[in-house]
């Protein structure tokens, strides 16, 4: 069952972020994940102030765990925490 990662940044540093984006991309789509959704200025409905939000899909939530548990994605993890103050949440996908 596909599995979502739904990512909201505030962030500090847009290099930074925009130099771990062309890292964390290919591991990934390593994992099989594919962007999905990627907003810079989504629209605010209901009590939910967002600034920069991504939704990435995985074939199931063993992928999302296998890329955060990784030796490959610690470092920018840290990089990514260092430039933005992040939200990050896996879903289950609907049956």
């Not at 959704?37 to 199931?60: C, H, K, R, S, Y």
Request: charged content about 20%; aromatic content about 8%; hydrophobic content about 50%.
């Amino acid at each position: 069952m596909s599995a979502y990662l739904v990512v909201d940044l505030t962030i500090h540093d847009m290099g930074s972020i925009e130099d771990y984006r062309s890292k964390a991309l290919p591991l990934v789509a390593k994992e099989g994940g594919r962007l999905i959704a990627f907003d810079g200025a989504p629209v605010q409905l209901e009590n939910w102030e967002a600034t920069n939000m991504l939704i990435i899909e995985f074939p199931d939530m063993t992928a999302i765990q296998r890329l955060f548990a990784s030796c490959e994605y610690a470092p920018l993890a840290l990089q990514r925490q260092a430039a933005a103050g992040s939200r990050i949440v896996a879903l289950r996908g609907a049956a």
